[in-house]
C-alpha cells in the first residue's frame, strides 16, 4: 500500500517557524516529485510547494516565497517544509502529495492536483496569538 503521513502541525504563534515532514511507506521517494499543499476553512485547496524527483528543482506560492523551504531526504524517504516567519493567514491543513518524475519544473503545472497520484491525510497547523 502506498502510503504518505504528514507531521509537524500544531499551534504556533505569529513569528515562530514550524517542520513539516512527509513520509512515505510503501514505496520510495527517489522518482516522486512531492508537493505541499494547504487548505484554508472555506476557502480552496492552493498550492504551496513542490520540489523535483531530483531535488533540482523547487517552486513556492508568491505567498509564502522567502519564508517556507522545501527539502528532501530520499536516503530517509522524507520531505520536509520549514517555515518560518509564520502568519496567521497561514492557517490550514497542510497536506503532501506524491507525483511522477517530471512533475515540478518550474510550469504553470506545477501545483495542478490532477498531476498528483497519492497524498497524505493532513496536519493541522494554526498561526494564532
Known amino acids: 500500500q502506498l502510503q504518505l503521513v504528514e507531521s509537524g502541525g500544531g499551534l504556533v504563534q505569529p513569528g515562530g517557524s514550524l517542520r513539516l515532514s512527509c513520509a512515505a511507506s510503501?514505496?520510495?521517494?527517489?522518482?516522486?516529485?512531492i508537493g505541499w499543499f494547504r487548505q484554508a476553512p472555506g476557502k480552496e485547496r492552493e498550492g504551496v510547494s513542490c520540489?523535483?524527483?531530483?531535488?533540482?528543482?523547487?517552486n513556492y506560492a508568491d505567498s509564502v516565497k522567502g519564508r517556507f523551504t522545501i527539502s528532501r531526504d530520499n536516503a530517509k524517504n522524507m520531505v520536509y517544509l520549514q517555515m518560518n516567519s509564520l502568519k496567521p493567514e497561514d492557517t490550514a491543513i497542510y497536506y503532501c502529495?506524491?507525483?511522477?518524475?517530471?512533475?515540478?519544473?518550474?510550469?504553470?503545472?506545477?501545483?495542478?492536483?490532477?498531476?498528483?497520484?497519492?497524498w497524505g491525510q493532513g496536519t493541522q497547523v494554526t498561526v494564532s496569538s
Open positions: 502529495a506524491a507525483a511522477g518524475v517530471g512533475v515540478c519544473t518550474n510550469s504553470d503545472y506545477d501545483f495542478d492536483e490532477l498531476g498528483y497520484d497519492y
Open positions: 510503501g514505496f520510495t521517494l527517489d522518482y516522486y516529485a
Open positions: 520540489i523535483s524527483a531530483s531535488g533540482g528543482s523547487t
